[in-house]
């Protein structure tokens, strides 16, 4: 490897492991997070969704007839993605804020391994 060329290599997969190595970690360490993570949805589905189920019963849209409890899933899942997404987006501003993000690209990490990298959070999120 010639050294004046260092900057200008590419690390390929190995920066999207390394980045999502970083946000897995953080993951792990964060136990208010997991527990929120845990505990939103089936809190706002339990007490939200069942509660106006009882006296809802069913929604007619477009002429389809579907329980309550079944059409707001859609929308507590999607509140759980923004949610999830909005996490991504706080940590990549904490990288921003504390130079880490241009540490990471003075590294040779390339921005778009570093978004899949950054993916990595409210994925692991979204699955858990």
């Known amino acids: 490897m010639d050294p004046k060329n ?3 290599i590419s690390t390929g997969v190995k920066a999207i492991k390394i980045i999502a190595f970083g946000e ?9 997070l ?10 706002t589905y339990g007490l939200l969704v069942l509660s106006l189920n009882t006296s ?15 059409y707001a899933l859609t929308g507590i899942l999607t509140f759980f993605m923004t ?5 991504a987006m706080y940590r990549a ?9 241009a540490l990471k690209f ?5 921005p778009w ?16």
């Open 6 to 8: 260092f900057r200008n």
């Open 113 to 128: 391994h570093y978004l899949v990298g950054m993916n990595c959070f409210p994925i692991i999120g979204l699955l858990f």
């Open 34 to 43: 997991l527990l929120s993570m845990a505990m939103e949805p089936l809190i």
């Open 93 to 101: 501003t904490i990288d921003k804020e504390y130079g880490l993000l």
């Open 56 to 70: 809802l019963g069913q929604v007619k849209i477009d002429n389809v007839t579907v329980l309550y409890k079944q």
């Open 83 to 87: 949610t999830q997404m909005s996490q």
């Open 24 to 32: 897995w970690h953080a993951f792990k360490q964060n136990k208010g």
């Open 106 to 110: 003075l590294n040779s990490i390339q």
